[in-house]
């Protein structure tokens, strides 16, 4: 992680308290931790009495729109909303925010940067950045617990999905014994594990099954099967009506082969870009996030992604071949 100055949850609530328009951003193309954040969040600010406007580039997905709070997640707009504070959640740097949230909060004089990913750039004025949390879904937790701001029925929901999602169910590495006590205290509060972990785990769309017979159908293993990769198509997704979110979490299903070592998986966007979304089974074998660093992603050591202009066939060989030299 760069060296940055860091700030205290008791700062950060400091800053929070003193404003009363508070708008509360989360990283485009947003998963369950940026949505379970942000929503999160603004209902705890909400309860408090502050005004707040939860925003985000590309909305809320249709994946999560079972979240109680989903409805107030808004795409950004011609309107001023006038806040005095700003808080960036779950975003690693600023153009994740997306252009037009980035312009909602070019006039506001005060900025909050809560994150967990070892590549956060370190802006705003206010930075709460902590890479052994596994989800900003658990700052969030502590920031409410430690400086007395509620949780709310609304937030307790949407903070047991944002960890559960960004552990993998708590099952990846990073999960700690601080997260299973804060998921049973979440519990506790009133949280429906079952019900909730039905919602997000088990009620895909058939398309998402189209999809996942498209990409096994193009599946490849490489360097002496350590490297696992499939490519998602423009004319495929138009062909099968896909959305951003439908693709979630699928490659952890071939990260899962015995011999893979790094899980890649290659998607082809408008404009002539590529977005690039890896996963390492070990950091001992592959840091993908030294290896997205190398084409202007980031993230964590074992879950990355970037975005490269170029051709997609020609990307996805640059990418592999990168990939190859790096494992250990």
């Known amino acids: 992680m ?56 590309d909305g809320c997905p249709s994946n999560l729109l079972f979240l109680p709070g989903s409805d107030l997640v808004s795409r950004p707009g011609s ?4 806040a005095d504070l700003c808080v960036a959640l779950d975003t690693a740097n600023r153009e994740r925010l997306g252009i037009g949230c980035l312009a909602a909060a070019a006039d506001i004089p005060k900025l909050i940067n809560i994150d967990h990913h070892v ?14 949390a596994p989800a900003t879904g658990e700052i969030i937790f502590e920031l409410l617990e430690q400086e007395g701001l509620p949780l709310t029925s609304t937030a307790r929901d949407c903070l047991f ?34 019900a909730l972990s039905s919602s997000v785990y088990e009620c895909y769309p058939f398309r998402r099954l189209e999809l996942l017979r498209e990409l096994l159908g193009v599946l490849r293993l490489s360097s002496g099967g350590r490297v696992a990769s499939w490519a998602l198509d423009i004319g495929t997704k138009l062909r099968l009506s896909l959305k951003p979110e439908d693709s979630e979490s699928l490659t952890d299903l071939i990260r899962a082969v015995d011999t893979v070592d790094v899980a890649v998986f290659f998607e082809e966007l408008d404009g002539g870009a590529v977005r690039i979304s890896m996963r390492s089974k070990r950091v001992a074998a592959a840091d993908v ?17 970037a975005r490269v202009k170029g051709e997609l066939d ?5 990418v592999l071949c990168k990939i190859h030299d790096s494992l250990r």
């Open 289 to 305: 996030c030294e290896i997205c660093t190398c084409f202007g992603g980031g993230g964590h050591p074992l879950a990355s992604g």
């Open 79 to 82: 309107g001023d909303f006038g």
């Open 2 to 57: 760069p060296e940055i100055v860091q700030h205290s949850l008791a700062e950060i609530a400091t800053a929070i308290r003193a404003a009363e328009r508070i708008l509360v951003l989360g990283h485009v193309r947003p998963d369950g931790d940026a949505i379970g954040s942000q929503i999160a969040l603004g209902s705890s600010l909400s309860e408090i009495g502050k005004e707040v406007l939860v925003l985000n580039e």
């Open 119 to 132: 590549s956060n750039e370190g802006y705003g004025d206010l930075i709460y950045v902590d890479i052994s």
């Open 161 to 194: 999905v944002a960890i559960s999602t960004d552990t993998g169910a708590f099952r990846y590495p990073a999960t700690t014994a601080r997260t299973y006590e804060i998921a049973a205290e979440l519990i506790r509060s009133g949280a429906d594990c079952g």
């Open 314 to 318: 020609h990307v996805i060989e640059e």
